[in-house]
């Protein structure tokens, strides 16, 4: 097959569309043609890497997978109404630069957020005269109203319309949770045109070592905390940092975050107003290191806003905690993601604005009260047998095959 994958965000920028990637990979090495059309890396910094810069369109590429970036607006993760702009752009500049992708094929893959690569994804495959599958990453913009970034209006109400229209339109449907595949029967879409494909862990994360990250950073007497990714609005993260606080009287249980966000600042502000020593901020890291930080911690904490959304969510970063070894406190209501790890081995959640219940389980994983070292590797033995990518990459192919 030759298959036309179209995605805003793509590898060398961070986060769950790494997934695509490793999907089209995989793809190429069993035979089938592979181009992505997408934009210049931006994301989350808003910072274009300097080979970019200064090119409205540029192809390169990666592991026999042919990708065609288009300009966008750069814009950082802190400045969503700029982001928003530039969803429109891509809209504009993918729509130009797609007649420049020579050759037939046989689908175009559309995946979402955001909302705009869906509506490329349905003209495009009108123009090229082939099947329009869509993938649903996470649900827009209901995931947006339920976080607050959308307040409920006319705007949103004629989104929810158009992506509803786009969902009947789709020969199939690519979704990353049950949780998805549930809400989209709700809407009419039938069952069978539907194939849930979850992000699955690549085998990076599950045969990493810590490689020296404790000695690097200060860290080997320390109990450390961690949570790595986006530092957003999505997550409850001012609860861990009231546990910090909780916690000042263990001066070795250490709070360690991994990343940046629009919620970077407002937790550097509270660290400060609390005067915590025991909570840093590494920032940013390269994607390759991400395994050895995971690796290194003791305990990894993952929270998310406690609404209707969150249910039905199934975070990739759970699979790569999992993969570490290393047991996961997860702060949420009870939905798929806390399903997931009772499947795995037994979940440690908490309500993810109780920080007193948060540092009951920290206290109890330090103490051996909980086994921690036993949990973390349930998790591993779960999650390298039922979700390396590469099986789910299997699933997909065969669902794509089907239609």
């Known amino acids: 097959m030759n298959i036309l994958f179209v995605t805003q965000h793509f590898p060398p920028e961070r986060g769950a569309v790494r997934r695509l990637f490793e999907f089209a990979r995989y793809f190429v090495q069993n035979g089938h043609k592979v181009s992505v059309l997408t934009a210049m890396p931006n994301y989350p910094d808003g910072k274009v890497p300097p080979k970019y810069r200064g090119k409205f369109f540029y192809y390169e590429e990666m592991d026999g997978v042919k990708v065609y970036r288009n300009w966008v607006l750069p814009a950082s993760n802190n400045n969503p109404k700029k982001r928003m702009v530039g969803f429109i752009t891509f809209l504009v500049t993918a729509l130009i630069n797609s007649f420049r992708i020579k050759g037939e094929f046989n689908l175009v893959i559309a995946s979402s957020p955001p909302v705009t690569t869906p509506v490329i994804g349905w003209l495009l495959s009108k123009i090229r005269k082939c099947k329009y599958i869509l993938e649903i990453r996470d649900l827009q913009p209901e995931s947006s109203e339920d976080f607050g970034n959308l307040n409920r209006s006319l705007f ?168 570490s070894g290393k047991p996961i406190v997860f702060g949420s209501s009870y939905g798929e993601a806390v399903r997931e790890l009772e499947k795995a081995g037994g979940a440690l959640s908490f309500n993810a604005d109780d920080y007193n219940q948060l540092c009951e389980l920290i206290m109890k994983l330090k103490s051996g009260e909980i086994d921690g070292d036993n949990l973390g590797h349930k998790y591993h033995e779960y999650v390298a047998r039922y979700h390396c990518r590469e099986k789910w990459a299997k699933k997909y192919m065969t669902f794509l095959k089907s239609l």
């Open 156 to 323: 949103t109400r004629g989104l929810k319309k158009l992506m509803h229209s786009l969902y009947r339109k789709a020969d199939g449907i690519v979704s990353v949770t049950d949780g998805i595949t549930e809400y989209l029967t709700t809407l009419g879409v039938s069952f069978s045109k539907i194939a849930t494909v979850k992000s699955g862990v690549s085998d990076e994360f599950i045969d990493a070592q810590s490689n020296g990250i404790r000695k690097k950073f200060g860290w080997e007497n320390k109990f450390i905390v961690l949570y790595a990714g986006t530092l957003g609005w999505a997550h409850s993260l001012e609860t861990v940092i009231e546990a910090a606080r909780q916690l000042t009287d263990q001066p070795d249980i250490y709070f360690a975050f991994i990343g940046d966000g629009q919620k970077k600042e407002v937790l550097e502000g509270m660290v400060r107003d609390y005067g915590l020593k025991n909570v840093g901020f590494v920032g940013l890291q390269p994607l390759e290191t991400i395994p050895y930080f995971l690796k290194a911690s003791d305990v990894l904490i993952h929270s998310m806003k406690d609404v209707p959304v969150t249910k039905s969510s199934l975070p990739s970063k759970l699979f790569e905690y999992m993969a």
